[in-house]
């Protein structure tokens, strides 16, 4: 959405941002983005530390909403307002939000936005459109938290027919909303900018294999217990690069593992970083690591920001085989080392192939970087030509 507001404020739209506060560690981060960017913002903030009022009534209407959501039966007895509030804390906050200016079309993301962004423009009498970046209805994996996608399927059965239009991150997450809403959606893959300065496939480690993963919190799930295993079964020394927030109980286990299957392996941890220095943060690296589990139908669906970042910065890049990556991974071909999430042989197997051939390395390198000049990148006509034209069409 950050990729959206700056296509359409470049396009001559009159952009303004509607975001929510809640972590502390992001506030920087987003306040130093605002301050490049030629877009207005509001924020809706219920961070317990710096609106504690609003967090307090957020959730303890979040508490209530979900107790009468249960008793109800979760289903379509469910008012759609109520199963909103149950699932997401500043609901009332952010419809508030939108609809307090004029607009001639508002454009919402993520499984929180999508009802506040439908109420606001009924309030303002407009257009909108939204933006389906996971398979909201089928995100949980835990039996415990499955209310939660029972409550995103209420609001999706409300609002997605009534959209203007419908953007989304991946062709198999496309056909998926159609076979389950009888919904289009134009697919926009969350790619980045090319660097100005193109990367050196040729600059590889001179021993073993430097691998590198981030995303927002490290954890489970993302297959960096397979990169251990396998980096140890390969007898392939070197070191796992990881950044984002620290689990510290996971990180003492994934390095106790690391101790007894791949002692030659050092790990490595490092903080968060803003979105736009990700591609360059990449470079010191040999292999970008995307072997997330399809632990849901969201997950089985997706295609992972991180996955889409190596290539620009030269990197080879492990994939899992799921239904979402079918496209990229076909056309990385020998730049992406596809393989089933648990199989640690084959993981093996191309960590081996990779440490021992430097010439094989250099050139999956080369290959994954070729595939993100040629296709896999924001400025192709296929992704931010078309987010703008699907976006403004619906003004149409």
């Known amino acids: 959405m950050l990729k959206a507001a700056d296509a359409l404020a470049e396009a001559g739209c009159d952009v303004r941002v509607v975001s929510t506060h809640h972590l502390g560690w992001a506030a920087e981060t987003d306040r130093e983005l605002a301050r490049t960017r030629g877009w207005r913002w509001t924020v809706v903030d219920y ?7 609003t967090w307090l009534w957020s959730g303890v209407r979040t508490r209530l909403a979900r107790t009468a959501a249960h008793i109800l039966g979760e289903g379509a007895r469910v008012p759609v307002g109520l199963a909103a509030a149950a699932n997401i804390r500043a609901h009332g906050e952010l419809t508030r939000a939108a609809a307090a200016e004029p607009a001639d079309l508002i454009y919402g993301g993520s499984s929180g936005g999508l009802l506040p962004a439908a109420l606001a423009a009924r309030r ?4 909108f459109v939204l933006d389906l970046e996971d398979f909201h209805s089928a995100e949980q994996n835990a039996p415990a938290d499955r209310w939660r996608d029972r409550m995103s399927e209420r609001v999706e059965t409300t609002v997605l027919p009534a959209a203007a239009a419908l953007t989304t991150s991946s062709r198999a997450m496309a056909a998926a909303y159609a076979v389950k809403y009888g919904v289009r959606a134009t697919v926009i893959h969350n790619t980045f900018e090319l660097a100005a300065e193109p990367p050196d496939p040729s600059a590889v480690s001179r021993r073993g294999l430097k691998l590198y993963w981030f995303g927002q919190t490290i954890g489970g799930g993302r297959g960096l217990e397979d990169a251990v295993r396998a980096m140890g079964l390969a007898g392939v020394p070197g070191e ?29 941890h490092h903080l968060p970083a803003s ?15 995307s072997g997330d589990e399809p632990t849901s139908v969201s997950r089985e669906l997706a295609v992972c920001n991180k996955a889409l970042t190596y290539p620009l910065a030269g990197l080879a890049v492990v994939l899992s085989s799921t239904s979402g990556t079918a496209e990229l ?35 999956s390198r080369a290959a994954a970087f070729a595939a993100a000049q040629r296709r896999w990148h924001w400025r192709h006509p296929a992704e931010r030509d078309a987010l703008v034209a699907t976006v403004c069409g619906a003004l149409l």
């Not at 510290?248 to 101790?259: D, Q």
């Not at 979105?275 to 690591?289: F, K, N, Q, S």
């Not at 991974?329 to 084959?346: I, M």
Request: glycine share 8%; net charge neutral; proline share 7%.
């Open 47 to 53: 961070d317990r530390h710096t609106a504690p009022a």
């Open 124 to 127: 303002l009498g407009i257009p």
């Open 240 to 268: 796992l690069h990881l950044r984002g927030r620290l689990d510290t109980r996971y990180f003492e286990t994934l390095r106790h593992l690391a101790r007894g299957v791949a002692p030659s392996l050092r790990l490595v």
């Open 275 to 289: 979105p736009e220095a990700m591609v360059e943060l990449c470079r010191p690296y040999d292999i970008g690591l």
């Open 329 to 363: 991974r076909s056309d990385l071909g020998d730049g992406a080392l596809a393989y089933v999430p648990g199989d640690v042989e084959a993981l093996a197997a191309g960590f081996a192939r990779w440490a021992l051939d430097r010439t094989s390395l250099v050139a």
